[in-house]
């Protein structure tokens, strides 16, 4: 390469001190020449002067422009590269010789095709320009900060704060959505342990802390917790931590990093679930309670299997008919008239004119929404087998009216029916009928009337969820 060096280049090395002796392997003097040194280097280098032309250009400027050297020096840059004229990188090179003052920049360049930096020397005689492609640290910093970003969306979406703990500062530094999550101001600075620890609930803080140290102690690596905290705006949330020591060579813990999760919301689902399986077990009690009565009543009653069997599953049909109101609103309440209205549909429903419904909107709680669909249940059956759905006019009202009291008082009246005969004996419905009242701390008055079976039943206040106008 020294055939390709003339006056210009000598200067421009000798300036940059690049003929610098050092010693052999064996300690005799050694030399190594300015351009074995540009030419042994990763990155591209080239020279011009003053007027702009190429007195050097090493190896690794050739292969990224493309271009044989031997055909470029002595050329004036713009000519020989015109897609070079008013770029960044041209600009750059044209500051530099004017102001005498070295420039490094980062710019997509015309003649690689990439990007690249470039550092920019000045000197007396022209410049002298070290370019690197660097392709392959812009598309690791571009997965580095699409890797942020979606550590940064994780941590705000699902409520994740990382943080890494020096034991033996016993200080931690943590990412924002940390401090967020315990409700301390966000800071890129060492916070102590201690005053992390203060947030922690009275209860919980004792026992997080010494179950981590026999952990520790164990030989364990990693450890988590959940434990309550109660951030400075007095709100009190969940946190489920989870982190890894890191040891030194003699095995003693140095750094524990981990991460921090707010699970309040997920804590109230659990405890909304445990509630509701209570609840689940202490309905479904009574509601067996309620079928081995109908067992235990009908089968007191009836004389043959087949009547008890007819009797039974009518009698779990009508429960059902309750529930399935009462789910529609997860048991909060059932609408009276929806309920009379769904249990009297087997019977032929409102359509046909058999029935009447007349009162006020009310909502009734699920033990008086299951014993009144069950006794709006016998009174239909019995007045289908007995009363006044065993004729063409026969015709029911049901009616029913708030109280001063809160309660409310509800009626069955047969008109038009057969002439009522008083039974000899009680049955299951007869049974029903009186003795619900008790229940629903209220009173049952059930009447053979000759000209029809009145029945009428007054409920206490407990037993309404809400009440309305009339209509």
Same mark, same amino acid.
């Not at 004229?85 to 420039?103: D, F, K, W, Y």
């Not at 101001?185 to 209860?203: M, Y």
């Given at each position: 390469?020294?055939?390709?060096?003339?006056?210009?280049?000598?200067?421009?090395?000798?300036?940059?001190?690049?003929?610098?002796?050092?010693?052999?392997?064996?300690?005799?003097?050694?030399?190594?020449?300015?351009?074995?040194?540009?030419?042994?280097?990763?990155?591209?280098?080239?020279?011009?002067?003053?007027?702009?032309?190429?007195?050097?250009?090493?190896?690794?400027?050739?292969?990224?422009?493309?271009?044989?050297?031997?055909?470029?020096?002595?050329?004036?840059?713009?000519?020989?590269?015109?897609?070079?004229?008013?770029?960044?990188?041209?600009?750059?090179?044209?500051?530099?010789?004017?102001?005498?003052?070295?420039?490094?920049?980062?710019?997509?360049?015309?003649?690689?095709?990439?990007?690249?930096?470039?550092?920019?020397?000045?000197?007396?005689?022209?410049?002298?320009?070290?370019?690197?492609?660097?392709?392959?640290?812009?598309?690791?910093?571009?997965?580095?900060?699409?890797?942020?970003?979606?550590?940064?969306?994780?941590?705000?979406?699902?409520?994740?704060?990382?943080?890494?703990?020096?034991?033996?500062?016993?200080?931690?530094?943590?990412?924002?959505?940390?401090?967020?999550?315990?409700?301390?101001?966000?800071?890129?600075?060492?916070?102590?342990?201690?005053?992390?620890?203060?947030?922690?609930?009275?209860?919980?803080?004792?026992?997080?802390?010494?179950?981590?140290?026999?952990?520790?102690?164990? $030989?364990?690596?990693?450890?988590? +917790?959940?434990?309550?905290? /109660? @951030?400075?705006? =007095?709100?009190?949330?969940? &946190?489920?931590? #989870? $982190?890894?020591?890191?040891?030194? +060579?003699?095995?003693?813990? /140095? @750094?524990?990093? =981990?991460?921090?999760?707010? &699970?309040?919301? #997920?804590?109230?689902?659990?405890?909304?679930?445990?509630?509701?399986?209570?609840?689940?077990?202490?309905?479904?009690?009574?509601?067996?309670?309620?079928?081995?009565?109908?067992?235990?009543?009908?089968?007191?009653?009836?004389?043959?299997?087949?009547?008890?069997?007819?009797?039974?599953?009518?009698?779990?049909?009508?429960?059902?008919?309750?529930?399935?109101?009462?789910?529609?609103?997860?048991?909060?309440?059932?609408?009276?008239?929806?309920?009379?209205?769904?249990?009297?549909?087997?019977?032929?429903?409102?359509?046909?004119?058999?029935?009447?419904?007349?009162?006020?909107?009310?909502?009734?709680?699920?033990?008086?929404?299951?014993?009144?669909?069950?006794?709006?249940?016998?009174?239909?059956?019995?007045?289908?087998?007995?009363?006044?759905?065993?004729?063409?006019?026969?015709?029911?009202?049901?009616?029913?009216?708030?109280?001063?009291?809160?309660?409310?008082?509800?009626?069955?009246?047969?008109?038009?029916?057969?002439?009522?005969?008083?039974?000899?004996?009680?049955?299951?419905?007869?049974?029903?009928?009186?003795?619900?009242?008790?229940?629903?701390?209220?009173?049952?008055?059930?009447?053979?009337?000759?000209?029809?079976?009145?029945?009428?039943?007054?409920?206490?206040?407990?037993?309404?969820?809400?009440?309305?106008?009339?209509?």
């Amino acid at each position: 390469m020294s055939g390709l060096r003339g006056t210009r280049l000598v200067e421009l090395e000798g300036s940059l001190q690049l003929a610098t002796p050092i010693e052999g392997p064996m300690g005799e003097p050694a030399w190594i020449t300015p351009a074995e040194i540009l030419e042994s280097i990763g990155d591209a280098f080239y020279a011009i002067d003053r007027e702009w032309r190429f007195v050097y250009i090493n190896r690794m400027a050739e292969q990224l422009w493309g271009r044989r050297r031997e055909a470029l020096l002595g050329q004036v840059a713009m000519e020989a590269f015109p897609a070079w004229i008013g770029t960044e990188s041209h600009a750059a090179h044209q500051r530099v010789m004017e102001s005498g003052h070295p420039l490094t920049i980062e710019t997509d360049s015309a003649i690689v095709g990439a990007p690249v930096e470039i550092n920019i020397f000045p000197h007396a005689s022209g410049l002298a320009i070290y370019f690197r492609d660097i392709s392959a640290r812009r598309r690791m910093e571009r997965e580095l900060r699409e890797r942020d970003e979606i550590l940064s969306l994780a941590e705000s979406s699902a409520g994740i704060g990382v943080w890494d703990m020096d034991m033996a500062a016993r200080t931690v530094r943590a990412t924002p959505q940390f401090f967020r999550i315990i409700g301390l101001e966000p800071t890129d600075q060492p916070v102590s342990i201690d005053q992390l620890r203060a947030v922690r609930h009275p209860e919980d803080r004792d026992q997080v802390v010494n179950n981590f140290r026999r952990a520790m102690e164990s $030989g364990e690596d990693q450890y988590e +917790a959940e434990y309550r905290i /109660i @951030r400075p705006d =007095g709100k009190t949330r969940w &946190i489920f931590g #989870r $982190g890894r020591v890191h040891r030194d +060579a003699s095995g003693n813990p /140095i @750094r524990y990093s =981990g991460i921090d999760i707010d &699970i309040t919301d #997920r804590k109230r689902t659990e405890e909304q679930l445990a509630l509701t399986t209570r609840e689940l077990s202490h309905r479904t009690k009574n509601v067996l309670a309620v079928v081995q009565a109908m067992i235990r009543q009908i089968g007191k009653r009836t004389r043959k299997f087949e009547e008890f069997e007819v009797r039974l599953q009518g009698c779990i049909a009508a429960l059902a008919y309750s529930h399935d109101l009462l789910f529609a609103t997860d048991w909060q309440g059932a609408d009276l008239r929806g309920l009379v209205v769904r249990q009297l549909e087997p019977f032929g429903g409102m359509e046909e004119g058999k029935f009447s419904a007349a009162g006020p909107d009310l909502s009734l709680g699920p033990q008086a929404t299951q014993m009144i669909g069950l006794a709006l249940h016998e009174l239909a059956t019995n007045a289908g087998k007995h009363g006044a759905l065993t004729v063409p006019a026969g015709s029911v009202a049901i009616a029913w009216e708030s109280l001063a009291t809160g309660g409310f008082k509800l009626s069955w009246t047969e008109r038009n029916g057969p002439r009522v005969i008083a039974p000899r004996r009680m049955g299951f419905g007869h049974t029903v009928l009186k003795k619900m009242a008790t229940s629903l701390e209220g009173e049952a008055e059930l009447d053979f009337a000759a000209e029809g079976v009145c029945w009428t039943l007054t409920v206490d206040a407990r037993h309404v969820v809400a009440a309305h106008g009339d209509r």
